[in-house]
C-alpha cells in the first residue's frame, strides 16, 4: 500500500549467515592467537635475562672448579703428601665434590622457583581452553 505507514518493529532482521558466523569466528581466533603470542613473547624476554643468569652461574661455577682442582690440588697434595700420603688425594676429592654439590644445588634451586616458566601464559591459555570446553 503506498499510503501506509511503515512500522520500525516489521523491518526484517538479517542474520549474518553461515559465511559471516565463520568469518567473524576466525577473526576473533586470529585476535586471540596474535595476543597470546605477543604475551609469550613478553614472557619470553623475561626467561631469556634468566637463562643467561643461569648460564653465567653455570659458566662461573666450572671455572672455579677447574682453578680450585688446578692450583689447590697441587699445592696441598704437594705441602701434605709427606705426612698423609694417599689420604690427603681422597680428601680432597671429598671436598670439590661438596663445592659440586652446593653449586648444583643452586642451579636446581633456581629452576624449581619457576624462572623458566611461562606463568602468564599458561594461565591464559588454560582459561581459553575451559572457556572452549
Do not use: C
Not at 690427603?88 to 624449581?112: D, P, R
Amino acid at each position: 500500500m503506498p499510503g501506509a505507514a511503515v512500522d520500525k518493529n516489521d523491518a526484517v532482521v538479517q542474520n549474518p549467515g553461515l559465511m559471516g558466523g565463520i568469518s567473524g569466528l576466525l577473526k576473533s581466533v586470529f585476535g586471540l592467537v596474535v595476543s597470546r603470542l605477543e604475551l609469550a613473547a613478553l614472557e619470553m624476554s623475561e626467561v631469556r635475562n634468566h637463562v643467561i643468569e643461569l648460564l653465567a652461574i653455570f659458566a662461573v661455577a666450572v671455572m672455579a672448579t677447574w682453578f680450585a682442582i688446578a692450583y689447590g690440588t697441587a699445592m696441598i697434595v704437594a705441602l701434605a703428601w709427606d705426612e698423609m700420603g694417599w689420604k690427603i688425594l681422597l680428601i680432597m676429592f671429598v671436598i670439590f665434590l661438596l663445592i659440586t654439590g652446593v653449586l648444583v644445588a643452586k642451579g636446581l634451586s633456581m629452576l624449581k622457583q619457576n624462572k623458566l616458566a611461562f606463568p602468564a601464559t599458561m594461565k591464559e591459555l588454560k582459561s581459553d581452553r575451559d572457556a572452549l570446553l
